[in-house]
């Protein structure tokens, strides 16, 4: 049920394996804009979900740095063939146009941040406003419970406490929805 109450964003911190979410989990982490997962936990995303980066590769192949930088790319479960694996969301949030030296400055990415949070809740508010019906047949369920890592705070280089301040001053509206909580999961 939606609200017109208006909240901030909650992360709650936790200790564990962001990858044995429940299925229908989205998982968010922080992406450039050139379609590059070839380091630090994107690289782990990479090898766990080969058709999503997939996805996100051409999606910013088909994209200018300039169009996608603030943005989200929500990409369903495709990964079938694998029946033991938990059937997960991947959120990209781009928060930088390029990675390595050339990555945008600290400042930059967490603008970049907060647009792109708001994008992927907004969108995923859309979603969940949907009749159930609408979702199409053969569809996975609709996105589930949120779980992130550290966002930015690896080969962006910026620290956690900064990205974590400016999510937490996102301002959501309807407070009950699934949208309101993120569990931060550090690894163990």
């Known amino acids: 049920m939606s609200s017109t109450s208006r909240g901030n964003l909650c992360l709650i911190e936790e200790t564990g394996d962001i990858f044995s979410a429940p299925p229908n989990s ?22 766990r979900y080969p058709g999503a980066y997939k996805e996100y590769a051409a999606h910013c192949k088909k994209n200018m740095a300039e169009d996608l930088i603030g943005t989200c790319f929500l990409i369903p479960p495709l990964e079938p063939e694998d029946e033991w694996r938990p059937k997960h969301y991947i959120g990209c949030l781009f928060t930088s146009r390029r990675y390595g030296r050339s990555k945008d400055n600290a400042d930059a990415i ?22 159930a019906s609408t979702h199409g047949t053969g569809q996975p369920g609709a996105p ?3 779980f992130m890592c550290r966002i930015n705070s690896g080969k962006f280089g910026v620290p ?7 999510l937490e001053n996102l301002e959501i509206d309807g407070t009950e ?6 569990k931060v999961i550090l690894k163990g």
């Open 26 to 47: 989205v998982l968010i982490h922080a992406c450039n804009c050139q379609g590059s997962w070839g380091a630090g936990i994107a690289e782990e995303f990479k090898k």
């Open 110 to 131: 967490l603008e970049a941040t907060t647009a792109a949070m708001q994008a992927l809740l907004n969108h995923l508010k859309k979603w969940h406003a949907k009749p």
């Open 160 to 166: 956690w406490a900064r990205s974590k301040a400016v």
């Open 144 to 146: 589930a419970e949120l």
């Open 177 to 182: 929805d699934i949208v309101n909580q993120i």
